[in-house]
Structure formats: C-alpha cells, structure tokens
C-alpha cells in the first residue's frame, strides 16, 4: 500500500523558512515523479513544485520560483520542499503527491494527507 | 486566477447526468494530457480520469472524461449523494513549465 507521510509544517514568521518532507512507502520511489500541491483556505488546488523520479530534473510555479526548491533522496525515500521567503500567501495545507510514472507530474495518483503551513507574525 | 476555466459550481439531482467544462489554451490542454481530480473537504485529493479519458482502477464507469481542442470534460452519471465534492481538472503547460489546475467546480447533488 502506497503511504505519503508528510511533515514540517507548522507557524513560521513572514520572510521566514520551513523544510516539508514527505516520506515515501509501499512503492519503488525512484520510479515516480513526486510533486507539492498545496490548497490555501477557501481556495483551490495549486500545484508548487515537481521533481522526477531520477532527481535530474525539477519544475516550480512561477509564485514560488527563486524563494522554493524541492529535491528527493530516493536513498531515503523521501522528498523534500525548501520554502524560503515565506509570505502571507504561501499558508497553505501542503499536499505530498506521487506520480503515475517517472516524469508524470500532471497525474497525480496518490496524495499525502497534508501538512498545515501558517504564515503569520 | 487560474489557468484553466471551469464553472465556479454545477448540480443535478440523484440519478441524473453532469458535465463539468474545464477551458484553457494550445500551450496546456490543447497539447497536454488532462487529469480529473474529486476533492472532499479535510480529506486527499482522488484521481478520477487520467491521459484525457482513462480511469484509475476502482473508479466506476459512471466518470468518463473527453478533450477536444483546448478544452476537455468530465461527465458524472447516475449522480449520488457520495459525489458532492469540488472537482477540478488539471494538465502540464507546456509554456510554463509546469501543472496547472482549475479553480474547481463545487458539484450538489440536490
């Protein structure tokens, strides 16, 4: 069974910083794009970050590009999302996501079950 | 505002047929595969149809889905009180170099 743990989430200060990770189980990790969606209160799914199953490669929406970096260690089984800069905007229930194949980040079939990410001095 | 265009809410009674529109342009839908996500409040998000028109296993043929052109369609038959939810489309924009999502559509089955 496929199991998306994610963690590090909680109230940071605007401008400051916050490492989520998601530890992964029940699949070959390295066989799947993984990616960060997050859904702020009242608003919709927004997609944040993508990286592929080999690491070699990583996408970000524009809201977050030069201030969020993820990466995995698929020795680890474990992806991680790097949020510097924080703002207002960026409170959020952050989503863990796993992808149908190696480069799938638009399909996503299995999710964490988020981790709550305030933005508040 | 989002990428994609989807109406901000739908509903039907039980038993019967919805169709939730999800619009955007060549650089996403027009190029890309489309993915359908249901999503009940304080819950995971749930695949519903990916590569346009194919269904995870375990979801029912009562969820089809469809892309013509730029814009594509989730379909809900036989409604039940167990569909309310938000539903949102989603693809990769080829120009932005990323996913983009709907803002969703709030489905009641009345």
């Known amino acids: 069974e496929v199991q998306l743990l994610e963690s590090g989430g909680g109230l940071v200060q605007p401008g400051g910083s916050l490492r989520l990770s998601c530890a992964a189980s029940g699949f070959t990790f390295s066989n799947y794009a993984m990616a960060w969606v997050r859904q702020a209160p009242g608003k919709g799914l927004e997609w944040v970050s993508g990286v592929r199953g080999s690491g070699d490669k990583t996408y970000s929406a524009d809201s977050v590009k030069g201030r969020f970096a993820v990466s995995r260690d698929n020795s680890k089984n474990t992806m991680y999302l790097q949020m510097n800069s924080l703002r207002a905007e960026d409170a959020a229930v952050y989503y863990c996501?796993?992808?149908?194949?190696?480069?799938?980040?638009?399909?996503?079939?299995?999710w964490g079950q988020g981790t709550l990410v305030t933005v508040s001095s | 505002q989002s990428v994609l265009t989807q109406p901000p809410s739908v509903s039907a009674a039980p038993g019967q047929k919805v169709s939730i529109s999800c619009s955007g342009s060549s650089s996403n839908i027009g190029s890309n595969y489309v993915s359908w996500y249901q999503h009940l409040p304080g819950t995971a998000p749930k695949l519903l149809i990916y590569e346009n028109n194919k269904r995870p296993s375990g979801i029912p043929d009562r969820f089809s889905g469809s892309r013509s052109g730029t814009s594509a369609t989730l379909g809900i038959t036989g409604l039940q009180t167990g569909d309310e939810a938000d539903y949102y489309c989603?693809?990769?924009?080829?120009?932005?170099?990323?996913?983009?999502f709907g803002g969703g559509t709030k489905l009641t089955v009345l």
């Open positions: 989603g693809t990769w924009d080829s120009s932005l170099r990323a996913v983009v």
């Open positions: 996501a796993k992808g149908l194949g190696p480069g799938s980040f638009n399909e996503i079939d299995n």
